[in-house]
């Protein structure tokens, strides 16, 4: 956003005997203005998590990883998709390990479905239920993957990017769009019980980043973030 909300122009006459100048304009929005944009290009807000795993994955098949390094195609991808905040490039970072382990490993083996025979499977393509990490979500799509701490932090970094206003409890000082909450809301729907929720909620911002979610103004989003919180409460109260 910093590239959108400062914009400079700097112009330079060529002709001979004319006298040189440069101009500098900067140019605000308030925060309902930058949502306003947000809505319009998501990608504003948060780079679209598949289409940024996709590229990793598509580039990595194709190198020859003694000639990459980490910090090299960090820098590509912030020349593809733009600034990233520091939670993003972790989670890049990630996607990078575990692309360069299948490559250096190989593809996983597809899981045999149960009871059935080799004869009568010989040529037959395996059914996806079956396939090993057919269930996982490539990427942040429909569903974003949380199975670790860093992607907790990451979550909240993403449903409350500028944080909270000073003195209003969970209000946020902005609400980004549906398209970009809803596979957050999902994954933590479905977040990883290796997690611990108790030590999250008092540890991370989780628990005030999604609560303010019922406040969103798309209607599917605010019911999803009160089914989590429900959820979540009703986890607790079990626990105690």
């Known amino acids: 956003l910093a590239d959108m909300v400062r914009a400079s122009a700097a112009a330079e006459l060529a002709a001979a005997g004319e006298a040189k100048y440069a101009e500098k304009w900067?140019?605000?929005?308030?925060?309902k203005s930058i949502e306003a944009f947000?809505?319009?290009?998501?990608?504003?807000?948060?780079?679209?998590?598949?289409e940024v795993k996709?590229?990793?994955?598509?580039?990595?098949?194709?190198t020859d990883l003694n000639a990459v390094s980490i910090g090299g195609l960090v820098r590509m991808i912030k020349a593809r998709y733009g600034a990233m905040r520091t939670a993003t490039l972790e989670r890049c970072k990630m996607w990078m390990k575990d692309c360069v382990n299948k490559k250096l490993n190989g593809p996983e083996k597809p899981v045999k479905a149960p009871g059935?025979?080799?004869?009568g499977s010989e040529g037959q393509p395996m059914p996806k239920q079956f396939v090993a990490g057919a269930a996982d979500d490539d990427g942040d799509g429909d569903r974003a993957q949380i199975?670790?701490?860093?992607?907790?932090d990451w979550a909240v970094?993403?449903?409350?990017?500028w944080g909270f206003k000073a003195g209003k409890g969970d209000d946020p000082v902005m609400r980004p769009?549906?398209?970009?909450?809803?596979p957050i809301l999902l994954g933590l729907l479905g977040m990883s019980k290796e997690l611990?929720?108790?030590?999250?909620?008092?540890?991370?911002?989780l628990g005030k980043a999604v609560n303010c979610m019922r406040h969103h103004p798309n209607a599917e989003v605010a019911k999803l973030a009160r089914t989590l919180v429900f959820k979540w409460r009703a986890e607790g109260a079990r626990r105690e």
Do not use: N, Y
């Open 196 to 205: 611990k929720l108790r030590e999250l909620l008092k540890t991370t911002h």
């Open 116 to 119: 059935t025979s080799k004869k």
């Open 147 to 152: 199975t670790e701490r860093a992607d907790v």
């Open 38 to 50: 947000c809505q319009r290009h998501p990608e504003a807000a948060e780079p679209p998590g598949r």
């Open 177 to 182: 769009p549906a398209s970009i909450v809803m």
């Open 157 to 161: 970094s993403v449903l409350v990017p």
């Open 54 to 62: 996709k590229f990793i994955e598509d580039f990595i098949s194709k």
């Open 26 to 31: 900067v140019v605000s929005f308030d925060i």
